[in-house]
T-cell receptor, first 113, second 113 residues
Framework: GAGVSQTPSNKVTEKGKYVELRCDPISGHTALYWYRQSLGQGPEFLIY????????DSGLPNDRFFAVRPEGSVSTLKIQRTERGDSAVYLCASSSTGIRGAFFGQGTRLTVV | GESVGLHLPTLSVQEGDNSIINCAYS??????FIWYKQESGKGPQFIID?????DKRQGQRVTVLLNKTVKHLSLQIAATQPGDSAVYFCAERQNNAGNMLTFGGGTRLMVKP
């Protein structure tokens, strides 16, 4: 597709379980961002990749959160031992020109029950 | 910590009228600002941006004004249309924060026909 694709669209998981959220960026985009958006709030920065490497992971809330981008394209956000407070929409964005030209995906709504 | 915020959570306007959405920021180190539009179930969509060395920038039907003296940002939408109904976020980038954006809490714009 032409845009940023995130799968699944919705994910319901039980507290304590492990989840993986996938982001397919726009082809050729070297920069990739993960944000988290709680209900009624603006997105919060999690991590930024330039190519395969995490250039800035200062937004990851704790060591239960981890993200990879092994081939510089698809990225996976991994959350271990999920907690109810992790429930949010997880947004991915990609860009070829930095944050100004970033396009966001539709997000994955994660619900931890 | 310092953050971006908005004055009004909901703004209701008549179709055809002009809309003004306001945003206050507190970080004087921010050098770049973006306005995003987010429709229900979708990711944020870039509307317009402005650098801190400017005080006004115009796009198609939209204008962003930046007042660094009072740390205030506004988005003006001319001839508001029903399709403009959405939540609008301002976001700032600190000049030493690379590609990380800090988002405000959002304003919901409702356009009455």
């Amino acid at each position: 597709g032409a845009g940023v694709s995130q799968t699944p669209s919705n994910k319901v998981t039980e507290k304590g379980k492990y989840v993986e959220l996938r982001c397919d960026p726009i082809s050729g985009h070297t920069a990739l961002y993960w944000y988290r958006q709680s209900l009624g709030q603006g997105p919060e920065f999690l991590i930024y990749f330039q190519g395969t490497g995490a250039a800035d992971d200062s937004g990851l809330p704790n060591d239960r959160f981890f993200a990879v981008r092994p081939e510089g394209s698809v990225s996976t956000l991994k959350i271990q031992r999920t907690e109810r407070g992790d429930s949010a929409v997880y947004l991915c964005a990609s860009s070829s020109t930095g944050i100004r030209g970033a396009f966001f995906g539709q997000g994955t709504r994660l619900t931890v029950v | 910590g310092e953050s971006v915020g908005l004055h009004l959570p909901t703004l209701s306007v008549q179709e055809g009228d002009n809309s003004i959405i306001n945003c206050a920021y507190s970080n004087s180190a921010s050098d770049y600002f973006i306005w995003y539009k987010q429709e229900s179930g979708k990711g944020p969509q870039f509307i317009i941006d402005i650098r801190s060395n400017m005080d006004k920038r115009q796009g198609q039907r939209v204008t962003v004004l930046l007042n660094k003296t009072v740390k205030h940002l506004s988005l003006q939408i001319a001839a508001t249309q029903p399709g403009d109904s959405a939540v609008y976020f301002c976001a700032e980038r600190q000049n030493n924060a690379g590609n990380m954006l800090t988002f405000g809490g959002g304003t919901r714009l409702m356009v009455k026909p």
